[in-house]
């Protein structure tokens, strides 16, 4: 009997003890939730304009500063070459001699016949008024003085279409035919290129016209020396804009003392333009659905420090590695969620943790992580 005393007793202990335990806990007041312990943490940030470097990138080809196919002018046999393939050349050097040996005895023939024409023009001036000398004997003296100059200077004329001279400095190329060939007017013989300068004609977009100046740096680089970029100057901006691609034309000329850039070479070019302000977000910040683009603003609550949520549609324009333009949607001030997209939606209220303004991805979710409490 003492035994099962004892252990009723016990029993009985115990449940007095829980009881005044639950009692006492339900004496203790009750914490109210509070609104900021509800609310997701998000990083934001502050829509701005950025200024941002423009480097347009374009495919371009060179051509020289002057390029000339040297031709025959007239139907005649090649009687002499004076350069060689490559060989580089001074303005007005002798090239090509074609057959001129008519052409040379037509030439003494003409001469004569102009002095002797010119002699009698002078003897009957000198007697002019006496005799048989009469004014209008005279006037023909003179005509026929003229008219055989003037054979003379068509067929010196004639003689200089044998001789084929450089137009400028340059270098030729290879030619197209040998000694004793019988040439047709028109028939190329060799080209001619001043390479001292290249053109490059460029295609750009118009938006960026009122960026572009003569006179500024251009540069560009070939896979033919691909550890190397020439450098230039704008020197040309065409008045139109091509219509059909919305395009504005311009040309460069590209420095080339050595020869090193050839006629038709396919080249890239750079041109640093100033930095334009543009109304700037992170890339994190924007959610695609389909074809469609969406960020979340934040809007300020009655509570401090709580956010609702607000989805905008936007328009983007030029992507960079971290940043995209929005043309559309969103104002300089407003505030978005730019990381933390899949934690939230637009029935909860939101807190900001950290604002980002291009610090490093580490640091900013140092920041951003919520302390941890004690037990």
């Known amino acids: 009997m003492l035994n099962v005393f004892l252990k009723w007793r016990g029993h009985y202990i115990w449940l007095m003890l829980l009881t005044s335990s ?5 004496a203790k007041p009750v914490k109210p ?39 025959a002018n007239v139907t005649e046999i090649v009687q002499a070459i004076h350069f060689k393939d490559g060989q580089k050349v001074r303005k007005s050097q002798l090239l090509v001699e074609l057959n001129s040996q008519e052409e040379l005895a037509l030439l003494e023939e003409a001469k004569e016949a102009t002095e002797e024409a010119k002699r009698q023009y002078k ?17 023909e003296r003179y005509r026929l003085w003229k008219t055989t100059e003037a054979k003379r200077k068509v067929i010196q004329a004639q003689l200089a279409d ?31 290129d001043d390479t001292s300068q290249m053109k ?29 970029r020439f450098k230039g ?14 395009m504005i034309q311009a040309r460069a000329l590209i420095v080339n003392p050595k020869a090193e850039l050839k006629t038709n070479m396919m080249v890239q070019a750079f041109l640093h333009l100033p930095p334009q302000a543009k109304l700037m977000i992170p890339n994190s910040a924007i959610l695609m659905l389909g074809d469609r683009q969406f960020v979340y603003r934040l809007v300020p609550s009655e509570k401090p420090e709580i956010y609702h949520l607000q989805k905008v549609e936007i ?9 995209t333009q929005v043309l559309k949607g969103l104002q300089k001030g407003d505030l978005i969620v730019s990381q933390g997209l899949m934690r939230i939606s637009l029935n909860k209220p939101v807190q900001i943790k950290a604002m980002q303004s291009g610090q490093s991805q580490a640091d900013l979710l140092k920041k951003s992580l919520p302390k941890r409490e004690m037990p």
Not at 22 to 26: K, R, S, V, Y
Not at 50 to 58: E, Q, W, Y
Not at 125 to 139: A, F, P, Q, Y
Not at 162 to 189: C, D, E, H, N, W
């Open 22 to 26: 639950i009692f006492a806990d339900d």
């Open 33 to 71: 939730m509070n609104s900021a312990s509800k609310a997701v943490p998000v990083i934001a940030y502050s829509v701005k304009p950025v200024s941002i470097p423009v480097n347009l990138k374009v495919l371009g080809t060179l051509h020289a500063k002057e390029s000339v196919d040297i031709t």
């Open 123 to 139: 003897r009957v001036k000198e007697i002019e008024g006496r005799g048989s000398v009469t004014r209008s004997l005279i006037d």
């Open 162 to 192: 044998r001789r084929i001279y450089a137009p400028f400095a340059g270098q030729v190329g290879f030619r197209q035919l040998s000694v004793g060939a019988l040439v047709q007017a028109g028939t190329k013989i060799v080209s001619l």
């Open 200 to 228: 490059l004609d460029l295609l750009l977009p118009s938006r960026y016209l009122s960026n572009l100046k003569i006179g500024q740096a251009v540069e560009i680089k070939t896979n033919s020396y691909p550890k190397r």
């Open 233 to 246: 100057t704008l020197r040309a901006i065409s008045p139109r804009v091509e219509s059909n691609l919305r």
């Open 315 to 323: 328009d983007t324009g030029e992507r960079k590695a971290k940043l």
